[in-house]
Structures are given as C-alpha cells and as structure tokens.
C-alpha cells in the first residue's frame, strides 16, 4: 500500500499502468490512491494528479497441466481410501488461517453436510498444502476434531508435484473459503475449473470475477464490519506494535463466511453427480476461454502495444524535470556544499610530472590497487586516459580543452572522470 500511494507523488504518465489482478482488487487500489489525493490536496495544496492506468487482467494457468485420466483418477483415490461412495473434497493452498482461509467454515459446513448423506456415504477432506510451523498445523488438527468429528481429513504436502497430482485428481469437489485480505486473485479455484471441478468458494476479492454463482459452482455470502472500524488494527500495524501476519490475521477473525449456505451448497453436489458434471464441465470450459497462458498473455501485449503508442505520442512534449526523484538526488548536486571546488568547463588543470607516458604508467598502476581496482565500473578507457593526459602536457588548461579528442557521447563520463585523475595524483587544480 505504501508503494501503491507514492505513486501519486511518483512521476508517473497516462502511459503507466499497475496490473489489478481482480475488480476487487483494483477497488481497492482505487481507495488508496483516492485516499492519498485526498491527502495531498488537504495537505500541500496537490492541484494536478495523475493516476496510473488500472487495467484489470487475471493471472493464468497452463489448464492442460490438469487434464487427468479415468485410471489416474481412479488410482488417485485409491490412494487415498475413497470408494464409490466417498465424496472428496479439496482445499488446496497454503494452510495459513491467518493469511489464507481459515477453515472453520470449511470444517463446519461439510459436518452439517455430512449429516445429511445417504447411509455408507462418507466424506474425506483433502487438504494439499504446507503449514509455515507446528503451531499451525496443531491449529489445524485442533480444529477439526473439534469442528467436523464425522470427517476423515487427509493431508497432502502441496510442495510435492505428486502430492498435487494426487489432490487435484482425486477430488469431487474443490472448497476455498477464503476470507482473508492479503487474497487477491486465488489461482486455485481457476486450477479446479481446468481440472473439471465444481467449486464452492467464498464469495470473497477475485473469486467474484472468476466463479460465477450457480454455473461453474457456488459462491457463499461473506460479511464484515463497516468502515471506521478497523482503524486500531492499521494503527496498530503501522506502529509496527502488530506484525503483517497478524494484522491480516485480526482483520479474518472479523470476517464471516455463511457456514449455512456454504453446507447446502455442499449438500446439493453430493446429492447429485449431474450437477457437479455440469458445473465441472463450465468450470473447465471457462478457464480454457479466460485463464490459460494462451488468453492473458494476448491481453498483456495488448496492453504493452496500447501503452508505447501513448508515451511515443505524448512523451516528447514533456518538459524534464530538473529533480525527478526528490528522494535520491544525483549526489554531486545534493552534497555540493561539501567540498572547497567544484570541477567545471573552466577549472583550470596541470599535469603532475614529467610526461603523459609516465601519467599513464602511475593510472595504471592505481588501478591495481584493491581499493581503486572497486570503483571499476567508473573508469574512462585507458585510451581515454591517455588523450586526456596527453592535452595536459604543454601547460594548464581548463578541463573542458582536456576533452577535445574524447568523442562526444563520451565527452560527459571523461569529464566527470577528471576528479578521479585528480584524485590518484596525476592532475592537479591550479590554484
């Protein structure tokens, strides 16, 4: 958020854009930057702001890397004990219920499902993810027992590519019930599209571009509290008193995900296999169209080609700004009233020794030194050197005489290089 605010005091044009992953997403963008003008034009006076462009284009997927076979699936759930009569769903993420979903939705929810099953019917939840530490994997295990008692819980390690392979190709249904800020997009409700899925997903940041209600899955209702009632947490964060992951985690506590819808969504996929064929079908028929590679990367050259034609059209009417970037200064301006002289055109210069052979010798030699030798990057050529040595050598003269020879797109790099020959004692200021 703070590098998304300077960008109104950043010299930002109408052919800059940041890349808003979601609606959702760029709404909140949106705030802070209105936010910051708001500021700006309280504070200092701020007349004329310029916003960067917000195009909103999705992240992809490759949604060939989640066709599997009848014999993959059914040796997925083997592995796993599910028989006929299991229904698998699937969480897949980082299991963080501070900084992703925290399940007791999730947990709730299927219980209430599960009570409702033809007898001989089970559910088993697949959770394929990692957890940061065992603090938050006791959470996890704490959790479940106490919220849904009737479910068998598999955990998966999502690290693995094969452990992914098994959760994506085993499951009947894809569950995320995200509530949680730092989520933008969420790619892994697309991935349960592509992998041919019904998903059932917190209507929630991104998912409400990507799953439409009733078609590819269900989107169950979210709440949180008004505006104005959160500032203690961003207090609290921005005094540092909260780190990052609990601030986002305070702010989830405080956000419900409908427990009662999300359980009839579920209810109404086990009862009915032609339902999840359905919307499994939509599901993988609309990542194919909106969020594979193929689709976005179209949209990003779009965009590029849209945004070149801007600045070639308007760049070369823009008056340079003498301190574009206020906050990292060129170092010979910003410190200028350290030194007794400043090089100029007309600082006057003199050969220190005999002849410019030997000027060049001692250059040389310097630059051999470890404390010289780290300043490489900033050295003229040693051709270089040597015209300007050589200028030097019949009497003193003002610098900008010493660069005659020095072609003229190198004539500013040489110049500034003459107080580093100074510097190792080869020229000398005439006093």
Not at 6 to 35: F, G, K, M, Y
Not at 40 to 58: C, D, F, H, N
Not at 180 to 209: C, H, R, S
Request: hydrophobic share 45%; aromatic share 8%; charged share 20%.
């Amino acid at each position: 958020m703070d590098a998304i605010a300077d960008l109104l005091i950043a010299p930002v044009h109408a052919w800059d854009a940041v890349v808003c992953t979601s609606t959702a997403v760029r709404e909140n963008v949106l705030r802070v930057l209105q936010a910051q003008a708001d500021y700006l034009t309280t504070r200092v006076g701020a007349r004329r702001i310029t916003l960067p462009q917000l195009p909103v284009i999705p992240l992809g997927i490759h949604t060939r890397d989640f066709a599997f076979t009848a014999e993959q699936r059914s040796a997925a759930r083997a592995s796993i004990g599910a028989t006929d009569h299991t229904h698998v769903v699937l969480f897949a993420g980082r299991l963080s219920f501070h900084a992703k979903a925290h399940p007791l939705a999730m947990y709730q929810a299927l219980e209430k499902s599960v009570r409702a099953l033809p007898a001989g019917h089970t559910v088993v939840l697949v959770e394929c993810g990692w957890h940061a530490n065992s603090f938050i994997a006791d959470a996890y295990a704490e959790a479940a027992k106490f919220a849904c008692p009737s479910l068998r819980v598999v955990t998966l390690d999502g690290r693995k590519p094969e452990a992914r392979q098994t959760a994506w190709a085993c499951a009947d249904v894809f569950c995320s019930l995200s509530d949680n800020i730092q989520e933008t997009f969420g790619l892994t409700p697309v991935e349960a599209m592509a992998t041919g899925l019904p998903v059932v997903v917190a209507d929630w940041d991104g998912y409400k571009d990507s799953i439409r209600d009733g078609v590819e899955g269900f989107r169950i209702p979210t709440l949180m509290p008004s505006a104005g009632l959160g500032r203690d947490l961003a207090l609290r964060h921005a005094l540092e008193i909260d780190t990052y992951d609990m601030y986002c985690g305070y702010t989830s506590s405080l956000v419900a995900v409908d427990i009662e819808a999300a359980s009839q969504a579920f209810a109404r996929l086990f009862a009915s296999s032609d339902l999840r064929h359905k919307m499994g079908t939509a599901g993988r028929q609309r990542a194919r169209k909106i969020y594979d590679w193929a689709v976005i990367i179209p949209r990003y050259e779009a965009l590029w080609a849209q945004i070149t034609d801007l600045r070639r059209t308007h760049a070369p009417r823009l008056a340079p700004h003498r301190h574009s970037w206020p906050a990292r200064p060129d170092p010979f301006d910003a410190f200028a009233c350290y030194p007794t002289t400043i090089l100029t055109p007309n600082t006057m210069l003199r050969l220190v020794g005999d002849t410019a052979d030997s000027a060049v010798a001692r250059v040389a030699a310097c630059q051999k030194l470890a404390m010289v030798r780290f300043a490489a990057p900033l050295f003229p050529s040693e051709r270089e050197v040597r015209l300007v040595l050589e200028a030097a050598t019949s009497a003193p003269r003002a610098a900008i005489d010493l660069l005659r020879e020095i072609v003229p797109e190198r004539r500013a790099f040489v110049f500034r290089s003459l107080a580093w020959l100074t510097k190792l004692g080869v020229l000398a200021v005439c006093s």
